[in-house]
């Protein structure tokens, strides 16, 4: 063993150093990989979640369970909102889990409306889950085929490191208005996962960072927990009051946190060396 | 009057008797006069005022309007555009007749310049007046096309629709308004300036309130450049500060045009459509701030050439043809960026190739604050399947769509010019139909 | 004990040889010689020469500043900045050494408003090789992805082996039995990265042939131990304590392996490496003496082998499609092999595989072992 670590050591550094190519970031791509097994951990575990709360979830939809199932939406869709940057990457199953009827040319009416919204749009614009059961067995053969895929999928490291940005973009363009669950109103809840996600994979790959930048890290941090700070004034139990109680005011300064972290972040994949 | 010198500036104001006397003379009421230029010649001398008018040399500036083919196709673009698609009231194929007649006296009118009738003032007046007493051509072209829906049981023209017109289908990508999509009739302005524009749109919209009926509108602009003397021109910029239409065919190519912009005598469509094409017109919007978060080399990725200067990947000038041959794994330009996608230059690939004429739009701002700008996608084809449609099929899954998210739209057919004084547009369409009567 | 230390030190050197041979490869490839040497002369209206042409691979440009103005040097890609020198006062001269893919370049000039020059460069035969070798970035998804294989699997193993040891210690001699063989699968899923651990290696797994008195050295432990009490004793007697080390080795295995930084190359390696090892003892029949499981431990062996492969296989198939090819066609036989002992869906014990077999296995899983080899030089791992 004495024999081994310092040659180990020896040879690694040097392969490492002469094969640093041409990036032109102070961060090694052999840096990068516990970071991303760790995230890829991370969208495991978020993915055993997500498929045991739609199981139930889409078991109260086909009983009938009207107060249930609404019971069940928002936080079923908390793990899938952590996890989008990844889901996304399929993005048939991103469609049939979580369009919106705007994405239908005759809207909520459209035979074609899936997933997670056109169940919310039955229980609480109808109050009915009648005709659902087909959306929820879909909806969860959909789920169990995502936790397949990426089970399976080697994840870009662009990928994960830019959806930080991307889902501080996706919220500051088409979610803080309220418009993603626009019959249940339990768009907070949808924020937490979005913002949850986003922070996880910058403190993930927060170290690397911090040594050039401490001040960069700082005014990012910062702004995750002013998001943190103005939606726990909304909590509601194990969850958060509806997005109508949410004032102008704190709308705004969500979405001036929001704006400036998507601006922030889109450095990272720079930062990093990664395209 | 009461003077109030609200110029601000600290300098001399005038004093109060020639003050008054221009005033009267201007019949003006309060206007702020700056600087100390003011006497009592004051009519006819250089008057600095922050509304003068903007000086334009180009309002003169005239494209025809009777011809085999209309006009607004392969003019060259100005400055400003704009899109309004109509529902036609007609009930009866008499009231079709008269539409398509007044409309093409209006566009022949607008197009060429003159002086509106004057009414007597108590009634309203004939014209809006935007332009002035004198209405100014600005190289106004209104270029009228159709739709599916004209085509339905109303004017029993349902046997004469062109082969390949369809109302818009919905793409993967889209997130189609219904309230901006489609329509009977599609009227396309370009001229210099949006005023120019608007100020024809407001004159037939006036003249024809019982025939159509405003369903939705775009308007849209491309940036201008100072000439460039000695060096090739360069296509405007999009919003999304790309060079937009710099693998456009070229009018000046007239096989060309024949081939891929004009319905020909020898194909399939009916006889009427002749010297008609098909016109595509989507509007796009661009999510800007994103894009402008994102990484120029990422840019050029996504769209396939160098932002500053048009060229592709692999170097050159901006009308450079891309060379794919010798990059047959994308490692120059990638295999999924959009100008490869949408025009891979195969031998094949010869075949669906479009005549782009689109404009930027910034309208308002959306619920969450951000900008809604984008494009206003106008393209022509002689053949609508092999053009547009081929084309936006293959675009699907391309990494742009992070960025777009095409809202509104429709297919249409641009009808054929009218030859001269006694044609019309849409003449041979209704004569094919046994609608109008063939002119002597 | 000494034999323990030499099999210990033994893989130590082997390793250890294994990773320096690596990295001088890669030395060498990156800081090749100057073959390029260029003079560019800036003067107050352009350069000279104004077009140059030089091949794609490592190149050196000499830049005089023959103009009044400080000036810098670019070589650009479109707007994209390749290389620069900046701050070169007028009179002196500064080098630049750079390593240009082919295709055509602009070079700035001296002041900005003077026209920029041409800078072409042609393919070589060198550039063509490299162009098709993964940039290191290109390992992080593979690499990431077999941590989080590594953590599962070894998870896994915890669990089972968690199970296995309960049986023994509670004296469950016919449940312990049917838990050695499934406990060992995960074991043989994380061995390409596992047997680098030599103290644990030899804790877990170590055979009785590496210790100076077999089966009843004091040294012996691990699964093997277990495996000859309760296969070649048939008792749980005194297995205990061996069992409970087991137990706690794997957890430190599992720690380990959680802390592990994985350097691409030795993702290959430990394959390779391995594959040796398992020809060797599947010729012998020497691996599970007792319980005579050998079959469905090398299966185990081969899956994992198969994962490093298989994680590496999108950028194989780009640097070199036929080697991808070959390894596939040469994993298939492997498994093939392996499934025709089956019986009834399961594998027989080792001792009904006659030498002839037993060679058969142990050249087709050489075969193998020589195309994983040839791996990390396709990959410009050196």
Request: with cysteine; aromatic share 6%.
């Given at each position: 063993m004495t024999l081994r670590l310092p040659l180990m050591a020896l040879a690694l550094a040097s392969a490492l150093g002469s094969l640093a190519g041409t990036a032109r970031a102070a961060v090694a791509p052999m840096d990068l990989v516990g970071p991303m097994s760790e995230y890829k951990l991370y969208v495991s575990e978020k993915?055993?979640?997500?498929?045991?709360?739609?199981?139930?979830?889409?078991?109260?939809?086909?009983?009938?369970?009207?107060?249930?199932?609404?019971?069940?939406?928002?936080?079923?869709r908390m793990s899938y909102e952590a996890i989008e940057p990844v889901a996304e990457l399929f993005s048939d199953l991103d469609v049939s889990i979580d369009s919106r009827a705007d994405d239908y040319e005759h809207g909520e009416q459209d035979p074609a409306f899936p997933g997670f919204h056109r169940i919310e749009y039955g229980l609480w614009a109808q109050n009915s889950a009648a005709g659902l059961g087909p959306v929820a067995d879909k909806l969860m053969a959909d789920v169990d085929e995502l936790g397949k895929r990426i089970a399976e999928l080697t994840f870009p490291p662009e990928?994960?490191?830019?959806?930080?940005?991307?889902?501080?973009?996706?919220?500051?363009?088409?979610?803080?208005?309220?418009?993603?669950?626009?019959?249940?109103?339990?768009?907070?809840?949808?924020?937490?996962?979005?913002?949850?996600?986003?922070?996880k994979i910058f403190e993930l790959f927060r170290p690397l960072v911090e040594k050039d930048d401490p001040a960069f890290v700082e005014k990012v941090e910062a702004n995750f927990a002013t998001l943190d700070k103005t939606l726990s004034k909304y909590k509601m139990g194990d969850g958060f009051e509806t997005y109508e109680k949410l004032t102008d005011a704190d709308r705004k300064i969500l979405a001036g946190a929001v704006n400036t972290l998507a601006e922030d972040l889109s450095q990272l994949r720079g930062k990093l060396g990664l395209n | 009057m009461r003077e109030r010198d609200s110029s601000g500036l600290g300098a001399t104001p005038p004093t109060a008797t020639s003050r008054r006397r221009i005033l009267i003379g201007l019949g003006a009421a309060g206007g702020a006069l700056t600087g100390g230029l003011v006497t009592g010649k004051a009519a006819a001398a250089e008057i600095e005022s922050v509304t003068n008018a903007p000086i334009s040399d180009k309002t003169q500036e005239r494209q025809p309007f009777y011809g085999v083919r209309q006009s607004g196709i392969v003019t060259p673009r100005p400055a400003a555009g704009m899109v309004a698609s109509f529902d036609v009231l007609a009930k009866t194929p008499a009231d079709l007749v008269r539409l398509f007649q007044t409309l093409t006296e209006r566009i022949a009118f607008l197009t060429q310049g003159g002086e509106p009738p004057s009414l007597d003032p108590k009634l309203p007046p004939s014209d809006n007046g935007i332009l002035g007493p004198m209405v100014t051509p600005d190289?106004?072209?209104?270029?009228?096309?159709?739709?599916?829906?004209?085509?339905?049981?109303?004017?029993?023209?349902?046997?004469?629709?062109?082969?390949?017109?369809?109302?818009?289908?919905?793409?993967?990508?889209?997130?189609?308004?219904?309230?901006?999509?489609?329509?009977?009739?599609?009227l396309q302005f370009s001229s210099n300036t949006p005023d120019t524009n608007i100020h024809a749109l407001r004159d037939i919209v006036k003249k024809l309130p019982d025939l159509l009926l405003l369903r939705w509108k775009q308007e849209g602009s491309v940036p201008v450049m100072a000439a460039t003397p000695g060096k090739p021109p360069e296509s405007a910029r999009n919003f999304l500060g790309f060079r937009d239409g710099s693998a456009n065919p070229s009018p000046a190519d007239a096989d060309l045009m024949e081939r891929i912009v004009w319905v020909q005598p020898d194909g399939d469509e009916p006889g009427w459509a002749t010297h008609g094409s098909y016109q595509a017109v989507r509007i796009i919007r661009n999510f800007v701030e994103r894009w402008d978060r994102t990484p120029l080399q990422e840019q050029q990725a996504i769209i396939g050439r160098h932002k500053a200067t048009g060229a592709p990947m692999q170097g050159g000038s901006e009308h450079d043809v891309p060379d794919y041959a010798s990059d047959p794994e994308g490692k120059t330009t990638p295999l999924d960026a959009h100008i490869r996608l949408a025009n891979p230059r195969t031998h094949g690939?010869?075949?669906?190739?479009?005549?782009?004429?689109?404009?930027?739009?910034?309208?308002?701002?959306?619920?969450?604050?951000?900008?809604?700008?984008?494009?206003?996608?106008?393209?022509?084809q002689s053949d609508l399947e092999k053009g547009f449609i081929?084309?936006?099929?293959?675009?699907?899954?391309?990494?742009?769509?992070?960025?777009?998210?095409?809202?509104?739209?429709?297919?249409?057919?641009?009808?054929?010019?009218?030859?001269?004084?006694?044609?019309?547009?849409?003449?041979s369409l209704l004569e094919a139909a046994g609608i109008a009567q063939p002119a002597n | 004990m000494k034999l323990a230390i030499v099999g210990a030190a033994l893989l130590a050197i082997v390793a250890g040889i294994a990773f320096y041979v690596a990295s001088q490869g890669a030395k060498r490839a990156a800081t090749g010689t100057a073959e390029n040497a260029l003079t560019v002369t800036i003067t107050d209206a352009t350069c000279d020469p104004n077009e140059i042409t030089v091949a794609a691979g490592p190149s050196t440009f000499t830049i005089v500043n023959n103009s009044s103005r400080t000036v810098e040097w670019e070589i650009l890609d479109g707007v994209y900045v390749v290389e620069e020198r900046e701050n070169i006062t007028p009179g002196l001269s500064r080098t630049l050494t750079t390593k240009l893919a082919p295709g055509d370049y602009d070079i700035t000039c001296g002041l900005l408003s003077n026209p920029r020059g041409k800078l072409h460069v042609t393919p070589s035969a060198a550039s063509a090789a490299e162009a098709a070798k993964p940039s290191m970035t290109a390992f992080i998804g593979p690499l990431a992805e077999y941590k989080v294989y590594l953590a599962i699997e070894a998870g896994r193993l915890v669990a089972a082996t968690r199970q296995f040891a309960d049986a023994v210690k509670a004296g469950d001699l016919e449940l312990a039995k049917t838990l050695y063989a499934p406990a060992r699968i995960p074991y043989g899923h994380i061995a390409p990265a596992a047997e680098r651990f030599a103290d644990l290696d030899t804790a877990i797994n170590a055979r009785a042939v590496y210790f100076e008195k077999l089966e009843d050295d004091a040294g012996f432990g691990g699964f093997h131990r277990l495996e000859h009490g309760l296969f070649a004793k048939s008792s749980t007697d005194s297995l205990a304590p061996v069992a409970d080390k087991l137990l706690t080795d794997v957890i430190l295995l599992q720690q380990r392996l959680r802390e592990l930084q994985l350097a691409p190359e030795t993702m290959a390696e430990g394959a390779a490496r391995l594959l040796d090892r398992v020809a060797d003892s599947a010729g012998s029949g020497d691996e599970d003496r007792y319980s005579r499981s050998d079959l469905s431990d090398i299966q185990a062996k081969l899956e994992g082998i198969r994962k490093v492969a298989a994680l590496l296989q999108p950028l194989t198939e780009k640097a070199d499609p036929a080697l991808a090819g070959n390894l596939e066609a040469q994993f298939d036989a492997t498994f093939t092999k392996l499934a025709s002992f089956r019986q009834q869906d399961q594998y027989p014990s080792y001792d009904r595989l006659n030498a002839a077999d037993r060679q058969a296995i142990a050249d087709q899983l050489r075969a193998l072992a020589a195309e994983i080899r040839k791996l990390n030089a396709a990959l410009g791992l050196g």
């Amino acid at each position: 063993m004495t024999l081994r670590l310092p040659l180990m050591a020896l040879a690694l550094a040097s392969a490492l150093g002469s094969l640093a190519g041409t990036a032109r970031a102070a961060v090694a791509p052999m840096d990068l990989v516990g970071p991303m097994s760790e995230y890829k951990l991370y969208v495991s575990e978020k993915l055993q979640t997500l498929v045991a709360d739609t199981r139930a979830f889409t078991d109260a939809v086909k009983a009938g369970d009207i107060e249930k199932a609404k019971a069940l939406f928002a936080p079923a869709r908390m793990s899938y909102e952590a996890i989008e940057p990844v889901a996304e990457l399929f993005s048939d199953l991103d469609v049939s889990i979580d369009s919106r009827a705007d994405d239908y040319e005759h809207g909520e009416q459209d035979p074609a409306f899936p997933g997670f919204h056109r169940i919310e749009y039955g229980l609480w614009a109808q109050n009915s889950a009648a005709g659902l059961g087909p959306v929820a067995d879909k909806l969860m053969a959909d789920v169990d085929e995502l936790g397949k895929r990426i089970a399976e999928l080697t994840f870009p490291p662009e990928k994960v490191v830019g959806g930080a940005a991307a889902l501080m973009e996706e919220v500051a363009a088409t979610k803080i208005s309220g418009e993603e669950d626009r019959y249940s109103h339990t768009d907070l809840w949808d924020f937490q996962g979005n913002f949850d996600g986003s922070r996880k994979i910058f403190e993930l790959f927060r170290p690397l960072v911090e040594k050039d930048d401490p001040a960069f890290v700082e005014k990012v941090e910062a702004n995750f927990a002013t998001l943190d700070k103005t939606l726990s004034k909304y909590k509601m139990g194990d969850g958060f009051e509806t997005y109508e109680k949410l004032t102008d005011a704190d709308r705004k300064i969500l979405a001036g946190a929001v704006n400036t972290l998507a601006e922030d972040l889109s450095q990272l994949r720079g930062k990093l060396g990664l395209n | 009057m009461r003077e109030r010198d609200s110029s601000g500036l600290g300098a001399t104001p005038p004093t109060a008797t020639s003050r008054r006397r221009i005033l009267i003379g201007l019949g003006a009421a309060g206007g702020a006069l700056t600087g100390g230029l003011v006497t009592g010649k004051a009519a006819a001398a250089e008057i600095e005022s922050v509304t003068n008018a903007p000086i334009s040399d180009k309002t003169q500036e005239r494209q025809p309007f009777y011809g085999v083919r209309q006009s607004g196709i392969v003019t060259p673009r100005p400055a400003a555009g704009m899109v309004a698609s109509f529902d036609v009231l007609a009930k009866t194929p008499a009231d079709l007749v008269r539409l398509f007649q007044t409309l093409t006296e209006r566009i022949a009118f607008l197009t060429q310049g003159g002086e509106p009738p004057s009414l007597d003032p108590k009634l309203p007046p004939s014209d809006n007046g935007i332009l002035g007493p004198m209405v100014t051509p600005d190289n106004l072209t209104i270029t009228a096309s159709v739709g599916a829906s004209l085509f339905d049981e109303r004017f029993g023209l349902k046997d004469h629709k062109p082969k390949r017109l369809v109302q818009m289908m919905s793409f993967p990508n889209d997130a189609l308004e219904v309230s901006l999509c489609h329509g009977d009739l599609s009227l396309q302005f370009s001229s210099n300036t949006p005023d120019t524009n608007i100020h024809a749109l407001r004159d037939i919209v006036k003249k024809l309130p019982d025939l159509l009926l405003l369903r939705w509108k775009q308007e849209g602009s491309v940036p201008v450049m100072a000439a460039t003397p000695g060096k090739p021109p360069e296509s405007a910029r999009n919003f999304l500060g790309f060079r937009d239409g710099s693998a456009n065919p070229s009018p000046a190519d007239a096989d060309l045009m024949e081939r891929i912009v004009w319905v020909q005598p020898d194909g399939d469509e009916p006889g009427w459509a002749t010297h008609g094409s098909y016109q595509a017109v989507r509007i796009i919007r661009n999510f800007v701030e994103r894009w402008d978060r994102t990484p120029l080399q990422e840019q050029q990725a996504i769209i396939g050439r160098h932002k500053a200067t048009g060229a592709p990947m692999q170097g050159g000038s901006e009308h450079d043809v891309p060379d794919y041959a010798s990059d047959p794994e994308g490692k120059t330009t990638p295999l999924d960026a959009h100008i490869r996608l949408a025009n891979p230059r195969t031998h094949g690939s010869q075949a669906n190739l479009i005549l782009r004429r689109p404009f930027n739009y910034s309208n308002g701002v959306t619920k969450s604050g951000h900008l809604d700008q984008g494009l206003l996608f106008i393209a022509y084809q002689s053949d609508l399947e092999k053009g547009f449609i081929t084309v936006q099929k293959r675009l699907a899954g391309e990494p742009l769509e992070e960025y777009i998210k095409p809202i509104g739209g429709g297919f249409f057919f641009t009808l054929p010019g009218a030859a001269d004084e006694r044609d019309f547009l849409g003449r041979s369409l209704l004569e094919a139909a046994g609608i109008a009567q063939p002119a002597n | 004990m000494k034999l323990a230390i030499v099999g210990a030190a033994l893989l130590a050197i082997v390793a250890g040889i294994a990773f320096y041979v690596a990295s001088q490869g890669a030395k060498r490839a990156a800081t090749g010689t100057a073959e390029n040497a260029l003079t560019v002369t800036i003067t107050d209206a352009t350069c000279d020469p104004n077009e140059i042409t030089v091949a794609a691979g490592p190149s050196t440009f000499t830049i005089v500043n023959n103009s009044s103005r400080t000036v810098e040097w670019e070589i650009l890609d479109g707007v994209y900045v390749v290389e620069e020198r900046e701050n070169i006062t007028p009179g002196l001269s500064r080098t630049l050494t750079t390593k240009l893919a082919p295709g055509d370049y602009d070079i700035t000039c001296g002041l900005l408003s003077n026209p920029r020059g041409k800078l072409h460069v042609t393919p070589s035969a060198a550039s063509a090789a490299e162009a098709a070798k993964p940039s290191m970035t290109a390992f992080i998804g593979p690499l990431a992805e077999y941590k989080v294989y590594l953590a599962i699997e070894a998870g896994r193993l915890v669990a089972a082996t968690r199970q296995f040891a309960d049986a023994v210690k509670a004296g469950d001699l016919e449940l312990a039995k049917t838990l050695y063989a499934p406990a060992r699968i995960p074991y043989g899923h994380i061995a390409p990265a596992a047997e680098r651990f030599a103290d644990l290696d030899t804790a877990i797994n170590a055979r009785a042939v590496y210790f100076e008195k077999l089966e009843d050295d004091a040294g012996f432990g691990g699964f093997h131990r277990l495996e000859h009490g309760l296969f070649a004793k048939s008792s749980t007697d005194s297995l205990a304590p061996v069992a409970d080390k087991l137990l706690t080795d794997v957890i430190l295995l599992q720690q380990r392996l959680r802390e592990l930084q994985l350097a691409p190359e030795t993702m290959a390696e430990g394959a390779a490496r391995l594959l040796d090892r398992v020809a060797d003892s599947a010729g012998s029949g020497d691996e599970d003496r007792y319980s005579r499981s050998d079959l469905s431990d090398i299966q185990a062996k081969l899956e994992g082998i198969r994962k490093v492969a298989a994680l590496l296989q999108p950028l194989t198939e780009k640097a070199d499609p036929a080697l991808a090819g070959n390894l596939e066609a040469q994993f298939d036989a492997t498994f093939t092999k392996l499934a025709s002992f089956r019986q009834q869906d399961q594998y027989p014990s080792y001792d009904r595989l006659n030498a002839a077999d037993r060679q058969a296995i142990a050249d087709q899983l050489r075969a193998l072992a020589a195309e994983i080899r040839k791996l990390n030089a396709a990959l410009g791992l050196g």
